[in-house]
């Protein structure tokens, strides 16, 4: 008795985490069936495996270049976020004054505000910037990349701030005693340190920056500097009809995540975790 | 000599950041308020006319913007129940002992790693042709129609699909919260003699508050900003039944190009969402002192 309930828990255990990923296999057998097929059977499997729609989409939407596109904007943004908040958050607890906490105030205050409240502003600033220096704030993937930094910051010094009160000042002061620098103290010490943080970071900016739409389709208007959800949207604009060419499009930008995906999981579902609760 | 010394190693750990900081958050924000007093267009050649408070005050008279804070209001309540108690329901389900919990654990999870506009794209074949031919073949036309055509049904189409993001997260917050429920107090009711459900409704549930209070709040704000969903499911479609606050904040800036007016709304945005989100850090706080 007991066994046959164990059995049925887990059969319904599969039954309900597949039933909730029908959508996904709705989309992949999709993309190998020809149009006739896709309205004679949504729900069947494909009668044969052919992968034109896939090398017609991978062309249409340029499929490597937006790829490799996104792939720089996210490796280094993330960077750049990891490097410069951790630094800031060192500083801002181990020196304990007013201006710190004014600081440290201001970003986590800062926290409350949409995107939406200052894409417009930010876009007529940007501009304003780019003509009297002559740069190319807009436009441009280091712009792109800049103002990424810029919106995670706070949650990222966040989350660096928290962990770093937890650490016990005195093995800095014995470096401190040794003569090493400020810098070389927080690369040599405290950085390996923050390692759990750094990944929960990590992870955390890696999702939200890969999957945003909204900011590079306001920056990015040359058609080859595109990042993936930017090429989507407008591969959706031009073959909505062709269901079976945007199913392929579609798992191509999604393969990529679930790649990254398999062999994060462990540090994703923690990350995850320890990110919310805070 | 050792404090200047100091001075220079602080300004050069945060200075970098904090300069873009300011010139991407802080500068467009307050840039951001002084625009929404003005009327207009965008174009830099073209005056801004000073307004005063007649962008606030014609908010409240915009019918579309009004419906659209209706609907995201509605979207929300309806979003909050479906989230929590999916994301509740997958965190028991695979805190059980069961062997396959793990695996299904990263399975439904999943979807939440996908960006909401390639989610809803996919959805808007399974709503629409995908229904369509369903209905077609099995002969329930009344449940399995082009659910994107139909004011009503596109709102709870979008609810859908937001369910479907969200409920993966909410049971990894969840989770945490149940793998802190010591084993101990479980094992001392059984001893009493309670039952399965007992145990759920007089241990576990009020055990689970401080992580209600988390996802319901997060699940409150993530809906009341959705956007990428949104515009890729039903651009706000038909006849702007789903068109939530986000995205009339966007078509007003960007489409019909009334900077100041959209302006205005996205400040009006912020302050619902400070609102919302003070309140959370506030009932969060006053319970962790009570736990």
């Not at chain 1, 990042?227 to 062709?242: A, D, H, K, N, V």
């Not at chain 2, 579309?64 to 389900?93: D, E, K, Q, Y």
């Not at chain 2, 960006?115 to 995908?130: E, N, R, V």
């Not at chain 2, 900003?225 to 939530?244: H, Q, R, W, Y």
Request: glycine share 6%.
């Amino acid at each position: 008795m007991r066994k046959s309930g164990k059995l049925f828990g887990e059969v319904s255990l599969w039954v309900i985490a597949l039933a909730f990923l029908s959508p996904i296999y709705i989309m992949l057998v999709n993309s190998f069936k020809n149009r006739q097929e896709l309205y004679s059977n949504a729900l069947a499997l494909p009668s044969r495996l052919s992968f034109e729609y896939y090398s017609s989409a991978l062309k249409k939407m340029n499929f490597l270049v937006t790829f490799g596109n996104s792939m720089y904007v996210t490796v280094v943004s993330v960077i750049f976020i990891v490097v410069l908040t951790s630094m800031t958050a060192w500083m801002l607890v181990r020196t304990d004054n007013a201006l710190s906490k004014f600081i440290f105030m201001t970003f986590v205050a800062t926290m409350l505000i949409p995107f939406q409240t200052l894409m417009m502003p930010l876009m007529q600033f940007m501009d304003l910037i780019g003509r009297t220096f002559h740069i190319s704030m807009l436009n441009s993937h280091e712009g792109l990349i800049y103002m990424n930094i810029g919106f995670h910051a706070s949650m990222a010094v966040f989350l660096y701030h928290g962990f770093i009160k937890s650490i016990p000042v005195a093995l800095e002061e014995a470096a401190t005693i040794d003569g090493c620098s400020k810098f070389a103290i927080f690369w040599k010490i405290i950085f390996p340190m923050l390692k759990p943080t750094t990944v929960t970071v990590m992870i955390l900016n890696v999702i939200s920056i890969w999957n945003d739409y909204l900011l590079p389709s306001l920056t990015l208007s040359s058609k080859g500097l595109r990042t993936i959800p930017l090429s989507t949207f407008y591969f959706f604009g031009e073959f909505t009809i062709q269901w079976n060419l945007a199913m392929a499009g579609l798992t191509m930008t999604i393969i990529p995540v679930v790649i990254f995906y398999a062999f994060s999981q462990k540090y994703i579902i923690k990350g995850i975790g320890e990110g919310a609760v805070k | 000599m050792i404090r200047n010394k100091d001075r220079l190693w602080y300004a050069l750990f945060t200075v970098p950041l904090l300069f873009i900081f300011i010139t991407v958050v802080i500068i467009p924000f307050f840039v951001g308020i002084f625009y929404s007093f003005f009327t207009w267009d965008g174009i830099p050649a073209n005056p801004k006319i000073y307004a005063g408070f007649d962008n606030y005050i014609n908010l409240f008279k915009d019918q579309r913007f009004m419906a659209s804070a209706w609907h995201t209001i509605l979207f929300t309540i309806m979003a909050l129940v479906s989230v929590n108690i999916l994301g509740l329901a997958f965190a028991l389900l695979v805190t059980s002992k069961l062997r396959s919990a793990k695996a299904a654990r990263t399975l439904l999870f999943m979807p939440n790693l996908i960006g909401g506009l390639i989610l809803g794209y996919i959805w808007k074949f399974i709503f629409s042709d995908g229904f369509r031919i369903i209905g077609e073949t099995t002969g329930f036309k009344s449940v399995f129609f082009n659910w994107l055509l139909d004011p009503q049904y596109a709102l709870f189409a979008t609810v859908a699909v937001f369910t479907w993001q969200m409920a993966g997260y909410m049971m990894i917050i969840y989770l945490a919260g149940l793998q802190g429920i010591p084993n101990d107090i479980f094992e001392a009711a059984k001893v009493d003699g309670a039952g399965g459900w007992q145990k759920l409704l007089k241990i576990t549930f009020p055990l689970l508050m401080p992580c209600f209070t988390i996802c319901l709040f997060l699940s409150l704000a993530n809906s009341f900003k959705i956007f990428d969903v949104n515009l890729s499911l039903t651009k706000g479609g038909p006849a702007n039944a789903t068109e939530m606050f986000a995205m009339n904040i966007y078509n007003e800036i960007f489409g019909y190009g009334n900077f100041g007016y959209g302006q205005a709304k996205a400040i009006l945005f912020f302050v619902v969402i400070a609102v919302i989100t003070l309140t959370q850090v506030y009932i969060t706080k006053k319970r962790e002192v009570q736990m």
